[in-house]
């Protein structure tokens, strides 16, 4: 999900100019480390870990950006009828974050790791075809500025990325387990 060069400090992603390409980019770096994942031999424990870790890292700093930015945005600009793709979008982000969170007591090699990755994994993409399909369709019929919002996006994101770089590639950012809409 992050292009950023930590030489440089400037992003090179492509999705910069719009909030919706964005995160699909972010989507298709996270699936393929779900792909990895999935290749990687039962007992290459590190190649698991380092593969998980990464996963819950850009889903958290992902998460935390639609949730500050894209949701309230989207409720702005979305009829009634539309929110509940938000409001779903939500709780799908709280399931996640739960399972997140079960990685800071689960290890490689343990009774259920494989087992919550993969579920994780599976709640992710049954998210990343509701937004594609319903959501990002939804917001680009609105009138939102994309572009402007895009600009946030990546902004807050790049911020979280260097945070995260700080900190040795920990997770950081809103590691609770609320289920808060913004106003």
């Known amino acids: ?45 590190e190649a698991k870990g380092t593969l998980a870790r990464r996963a819950c890292e850009e889903l958290t700093v992902h998460a935390i950006i639609e949730e500050e930015l894209l949701y309230p945005a989207a409720h702005k600009a979305l009829e009634k009828q539309d929110e509940i793709d938000v409001d779903e979008a939500y709780v799908e982000h709280y399931l996640v974050k739960t399972l997140i969170e079960k990685f800071d007591s689960l290890r490689p090699g343990d009774d259920g790791f494989d087992a919550t990755f993969k579920v994780m994994s599976e709640l992710v993409k049954h998210h990343v075809e509701e937004e594609e399909a319903e959501l990002f369709p939804e917001l680009r019929e609105s009138g939102v500025d994309l572009v402007a919002l895009g600009v946030k996006l990546a902004a807050r994101k790049n911020e979280l990325m260097n945070k995260l770089d700080a900190a040795g590639s920990k997770l950081v950012g809103d590691r609770s387990l609320s289920f808060i809409r913004a106003a």
């Open 1 to 45: 999900m992050n292009t950023q060069s930590k030489e440089s400090g400037s992003t090179d992603t492509p999705a910069a100019s719009d909030a919706i390409a964005l995160l699909k980019a972010d989507h298709r770096a996270v699936e393929k480390l779900f792909d990895a994942f999935e290749k990687a031999a039962d007992d290459d424990l």
